[in-house]
T-cell receptor, first 109, second 115 residues
């Protein structure tokens, strides 16, 4: 069945460091791919998405490219801020959503 | 403001209690969902409602009973829960369940502790 695997955290970075959170997926069809973010005490919010191979989703300085050949959708940001501290979820949607386990990111000043 | 509200935000209950979680969406969506979020596990989809009709029940124990009186409101009735049911329960809504790129909008969740 469909599934999402993302790197385990927690991840701790200094402000302005480069961020990569790895995500790979398994799907029988042609899913759309998403990154959601969960700030402390809140629900999940859509960060970015890509609906077909080679599409790049971007928002708030974050980017992820839909790589069909490697079944990956890695999240990147060139310079993280303290306000980026949150839990990040990779997800795919075919007939329904499948979420990863989440990766906790802490950015220290 | 995500447009999806949940009450209560925190709930502590004993194993013999009966309680209900409430979710309301103000987005005009037709589909609503309950998820269970436990530490170090993927979000678990519990129930899906489309136009008030339940379309998905992912083998959830009968001690969890959903109710969807209209497209804007969703309840999760709880009775005789177990300590392992302690988790964050998230409600979400979307325009419709299908569609590859239909995003879901989430509420803030109810943190449930079963003693």
């Amino acid at each position: 069945g469909d599934s999402v695997t993302q790197m385990e955290g927690p991840v701790t970075l200094s402000e302005e460091a480069f961020l990569t959170i790895n995500c790979t997926y398994t799907a029988t069809g042609y899913p759309s791919l998403f990154w959601y973010v969960q700030y402390p005490g809140e629900g999940l919010q859509l960060l970015l998405k890509a609906t077909k191979a080679d599409d790049k989703g971007s928002n708030k300085g974050f980017e992820a490219t839909y790589r069909k050949e490697t079944t990956s959708f890695h999240l990147e940001k060139g310079s993280v801020q303290v306000s980026d501290s949150a839990v990040y979820f990779c997800a795919l949607k075919d007939s329904q959503f499948y979420f990863g386990t989440g990766t906790s990111l802490t950015v220290i000043p | 403001e995500t447009g999806v509200t949940q009450t209560p935000r925190h709930l502590v209950m004993g194993m013999t209690n009966k309680k209900s979680l409430k979710c309301e969406q103000h987005l005009g969506h037709n589909a609503m969902y309950w998820y269970k979020q436990s530490a170090k596990k993927p979000l678990e989809l519990m129930f899906v409602y489309n136009f008030k009709e339940q379309t998905e029940n992912n083998s959830v124990p009968s001690r969890f009973s959903p109710e969807c009186p209209n497209s804007s409101h969703l309840f999760l009735h709880l009775h005789t829960l177990q300590p392992e049911d302690s988790a964050l329960y998230l409600c979400a809504s979307s325009q419709e369940p299908g569609g590859r790129d239909n995003e879901q909008f989430f509420g803030p969740g109810t943190r449930l502790t079963v003693l």
